[in-house]
């Protein structure tokens, strides 16, 4: 860019042209008049603190956009949306930066992290919660009532775009999707309008935004329901990797034939040699069981995952009591921001032959980059419609499987092979479709299209065309409106 360049405006690509090499430049007086309409801090391409302001959970996607806002409220984000689209860019989002495709290149990203409103009403068993919130919050604020919310493995992500994608965590067999729990949403679309819609009002836009991501706006906060979970036997324990093919085969024949109130899966993890890990994990490939119990007899928890515990030996961990604030416990996610690489799929059935190809591809004898391979039992209440409903994928499907990778520079060319090739050794058994939040790599639209039931699919082009035609919100899992 040249000084003249610098000093009149930012340059950025020309938005929904991806082919197109033009450039449209967006002049400082501008990006001025964008600062005097928001209370929080507005960064142009350049500014220091862009890239504070943007940076991603997942490190492996970096954000370059023509501008940032840093919203503080509702109209905040009113006013980012309508100056965006009256200079002719896309729009993306961010709260924690944990779900990131790609990078937002030339848009307005409006990062709502400051956005940090929760309250909680007792009597209705419900949360108001804006949209920067993580679950932890929510999860703190629930337990002094006696309450919880459907958290997914970690505390650490945003209430919102985990939501708005699903949301499938440890209590979802009881309780469902998190999106089966929203009560109503208030969402900015692309005409600048602030909407508040429920079951009652704009069902159709309500049915979508729970499920189809951040395709018809930015949500600023969402009313969520609560459960009456005070406390879990949950936990995770580590087996040795010698016994992985015992250990999952035990686990295809035990895990079936859990209650609902039972949320369990299994991961092959290689992990690596870091001091803050316990000795026996340190550089270890081993197989963690991780298993929540719900319901309200301790004893009765604990026998039901005795089987597993049995069934291979035991390196490390534990299962007993935890209130919902200690279910990071379960999953032990990763606390600190690391590039990465990741792909799902659903499956149908989890048959002998099944755990066979999944060892064949992913298991500890063979030396692949990756990090974590996860086969997650569905059904329960995640095979049902909710009261009110949604168009939340996957629901036809009896597993999930999921494989990560480190994005590191070596590995980045290979990664993506390897992983694709696991889940591809896995395609005899497939589902259709896919879960929103565990799609990670996509090709384009076409393939965040293909995730949904045809029926689901052809309803949210269509409310896409109708909320966002012009394709204002094009980053991250979006699809395509048709014209």
């Given at each position: 860019m040249s000084p003249t360049e610098l000093a009149t405006g930012t340059v950025v690509p020309t938005p929904r042209t991806p082919a197109d090499t033009a450039v449209a430049i967006v002049p400082a007086a501008d990006v001025d008049d964008l600062r005097g309409r928001v209370h929080g801090p507005v960064y142009a391409a350049g500014d220091e603190g862009l890239a504070a302001e943007v940076a991603t959970f997942n490190l492996a996607v970096r954000h370059t956009p023509a501008v940032a806002v840093g919203a503080t409220c509702a109209a905040d984000v009113a006013a980012a949306v309508t100056w965006a689209v009256a200079h002719g860019l896309p729009v993306a989002v961010q709260a924690t930066g944990h779900g990131p495709v790609r990078n937002a290149a030339g848009s307005v990203l409006v990062s709502t992290r400051r956005m940090q409103g929760v309250t909680v009403d007792p009597v209705r068993r419900t949360a108001r919660v804006e949209a920067g919130v993580r679950w932890d919050k929510v999860l703190a604020a629930a337990a002094e009532h006696g309450l919880t919310g459907l958290c997914g493995s970690s505390s650490g992500v945003g209430v919102v775009g985990y939501t708005l994608g699903g949301g499938m965590g440890s209590l979802g067999r009881r309780y469902g999707f998190a999106a089966d729990s929203v009560v109503s949403v208030d969402i900015v679309t692309a005409d600048g309008a602030l909407r508040t819609v429920c079951a009652d009002s704009e069902p159709e836009l309500f049915w979508g935004v729970r499920g189809g991501k951040g395709n018809f706006g930015i949500v600023t906060s969402l009313e969520i329901g609560l459960f009456p979970v005070r406390s879990v036997v949950g936990g995770g324990v580590f087996f040795a990797a010698e016994d992985a093919a015992a250990v999952l085969h035990a686990f295809r024949e035990w895990a079936p034939t859990m209650p609902e109130e039972v949320g369990t899966s299994i991961a092959v993890l290689r992990l690596p040699p870091m001091e803050e890990l316990p000795e026996p994990l340190r550089g270890q490939t081993v197989v963690h069981l991780r298993y929540v119990?719900?319901?309200?007899?301790?004893?009765?928890?604990?026998?039901?995952?005795?089987?597993?515990?049995?069934?291979?030996?035991?390196?490390?961990?534990?299962?007993?009591?935890?209130?919902?604030?200690?279910?990071?416990?379960?999953?032990?996610?990763?606390?600190?921001?690391?590039?990465?690489?990741?792909?799902?799929?659903?499956?149908?059935?989890?048959?002998?032959?099944?755990?066979?190809?999944?060892?064949?591809?992913?298991?500890?004898?063979?030396?692949?980059?990756?990090?974590?391979?996860?086969?997650?039992?569905?059904?329960?209440?995640?095979?049902?419609?909710?009261?009110?409903?949604?168009?939340?994928?996957?629901?036809?499907?009896?597993?999930?499987?999921?494989?990560?990778?480190?994005?590191?520079?070596?590995?980045?060319?290979?990664?993506?092979?390897?992983?694709?090739?696991?889940?591809?050794?896995?395609?005899?058994?497939?589902?259709?479709?896919?879960?929103?939040?565990?799609?990670?790599?996509?090709?384009?639209?076409?393939?965040?299209?293909?995730?949904?039931?045809?029926?689901?699919?052809?309803?949210?082009?269509?409310?896409?065309?109708?909320?966002?035609?012009?394709?204002?919100?094009?980053?991250?899992?979006?699809?395509?409106?048709?014209?």
């Open positions: 119990y719900s319901g309200g007899d301790p004893a009765e928890g604990e026998r039901l995952v005795a089987p597993m515990e049995a069934a291979g030996r035991i390196v490390l961990g534990s299962i007993g009591p935890l209130l919902p604030t200690e279910m990071d416990a379960v999953h032990m996610d990763p606390h600190d921001p690391m590039p990465v690489w990741e792909k799902g799929m659903l499956l149908a059935e989890l048959t002998e032959e099944t755990v066979e190809a999944f060892l064949a591809a992913a298991g500890p004898q063979v030396h692949v980059p990756l990090v974590m391979a996860e086969i997650r039992m569905l059904g329960g209440a995640l095979a049902r419609e909710p009261r009110v409903p949604n168009a939340v994928a996957g629901r036809g499907a009896a597993w999930s499987v999921f494989v990560l990778g480190a994005m590191v520079p070596e590995l980045a060319e290979v990664l993506p092979v390897v992983g694709r090739g696991v889940l591809a050794a896995l395609q005899p058994w497939a589902a259709p479709g896919g879960l929103v939040n565990f799609l990670g790599d996509v090709a384009g639209p076409d393939e965040v299209a293909a995730a949904y039931p045809p029926a689901v699919r052809e309803r949210l082009l269509a409310l896409k065309a109708a909320v966002d035609p012009a394709g204002v919100f094009s980053s991250g899992h979006a699809l395509t409106p048709r014209s």
